[in-house]
T-cell receptor, first 114, second 113 residues
Framework: EAGVAQSPRYKIIEKRQSVAFWCNPISGHATLYWYQQILGQGPKLLIQFQNNGVVDDSQLPKDRFSAERLKGVDSTLKIQPAKLEDSAVYLC????????????FGPGTRLTVL | AQSVTQLGSHVSVSEGALVLLRCNYSSSVPPYLFWYVQYPNQGLQLLLKYTTGATLVKGINGFEAEFKKSETSFHLTKPSAHMSDAAEYFCAVRNNAGNMLTFGGGTRLMVKP
């Protein structure tokens, strides 16, 4: 079974530029999550989708971050404009859909903002 | 609000020695608890989880954890460390309103030959 796919794996941009990350969840997984992991810290949930609807985006900085999950499968996370403090690993995870389901994580995208 | 505290950001053990990684949580409701492992440049992999039932949970790679409600703890142990266990370990608690995980700050395990 293929795992969660993310691209790109690495991205370096300058502050005030825009960047987008892509995630393809495990086939059949209805729930998709985006986490931000700052160096030396645990992951922090940014947004959770159930199919193509948003379940929780309370920790998403909506002035600069946006995410969508068109057709309930792939998802993109965008940052516009980027700040230095956005440097982190952005992890995508997916689960089948019920509240007790295990979350499976992708390898992440490491973003460096200069 | 719930939170997770992992005592010790770095733990070093000798190969063959006992591994003990500490995790304490706070939650207003009975928690679901998880341990994940992260190898360099990889995503998180589930080691084990506690939902309900038996408080001693066995996971992959010889790891186990015990849920102790009175101590609000969920410490991770392994009787004998291998070099391949060197990684970062994260404890997490799940709220019951959804499937949102709150992670601790992580513990980096180093294994000395």
């Amino acid at each position: 079974e293929a795992g969660v796919a993310q691209s790109p794996r690495y991205k370096i941009i300058e502050k005030r530029q825009s960047v987008a990350f892509w995630c393809n969840p495990i086939s059949g997984h209805a729930t998709l999550y985006w986490y931000q992991q700052i160096l030396g810290q645990g992951p922090k949930l940014l947004i959770q989708f159930q199919n193509n609807g948003v379940v929780d985006d309370s920790q998403l900085p909506k002035d600069r971050f946006s995410a969508e999950r068109l057709k309930g499968v792939d998802s993109t996370l965008k940052i516009q404009p980027a700040k230095l403090e956005d440097s982190a690993v952005y992890l995508c995870a997916s689960s089948l859909g019920s509240l007790t389901d295990t979350q499976y994580f992708g390898p992440g995208t490491r973003l460096t903002v200069l | 609000a719930q939170s997770v505290t992992q005592l010790g950001s770095h733990v070093s053990v000798s190969e063959g020695a006992l591994v003990l990684l500490r995790c304490n949580y706070s939650s207003s409701v009975p928690p679901y608890l998880f341990w994940y492992v992260q190898y360099p440049n990889q995503g998180l992999q589930l080691l084990l989880k506690y939902t309900t039932g038996a408080t001693l949970v066995k996971g992959i790679n010889g790891f186990e954890a015990e849920f102790k409600k009175s101590e609000t703890s969920f410490h991770l142990t392994k009787p004998s460390a291998h070099m391949s266990d060197a990684a970062e370990y994260f404890c997490a608690v799940r709220n019951n309103a959804g499937n949102m995980l709150t992670f601790g700050g992580g513990t980096r395990l180093m294994v000395k030959p």
